[in-house]
């Protein structure tokens, strides 16, 4: 029904820039709530940055300042733009999407996973 494809993640040195996307694609009508979430290696899955359709944003206080999240309506595409990136960035990123179908069913969906690396 819906699909979520992520890509953007990659090798990157400590202070670089990367850029996460999230690909919605299916029966959508909208997209409500958009979260991004890492997990690290024997860690909990924590939720990062997060966007309502209304605009307010929520960010974990280890990335404030230097992640922001952003939405493209046309395109049906989440972003999470990093900036001054840091090893203790280095995790599998994931796109969680809260979304209306086009058959007037609400539900949340999970992209694959894109890998982060900071390192020199």
């Known amino acids: 029904q819906v699909q979520l494809v992520e890509s953007g993640g990659g090798l990157v040195q400590p202070g670089g820039s990367l850029r996460l996307s999230c690909a919605a694609s299916?029966?959508?009508?909208?997209?409500?709530?958009m979260d991004w979430y890492r997990e690290a290696p024997q860690n909990q899955r924590e939720l990062v940055a997060g966007?309502?359709?209304?605009?307010?944003?929520n960010y974990d206080d280890s990335v404030k300042g230097r992640f922001t999240i952003s939405r493209d309506n046309f395109k049906n595409t989440v972003y999470l733009q990093m900036n001054s990136l840091k090893p203790e960035d280095t995790a599998v990123y994931y796109c969680?999407?809260?979304?209306?179908?086009?058959?007037?069913?609400?539900?949340?969906?999970w992209g694959q996973g894109t890998q982060v690396t900071v390192s020199s």
């Open positions: 299916g029966s959508i009508r909208s997209i409500y709530r």
């Open positions: 966007l309502h359709v209304s605009g307010t944003t």
């Open positions: 969680n999407l809260h979304i209306l179908s086009l058959g007037g069913i609400r539900g949340s969906y």
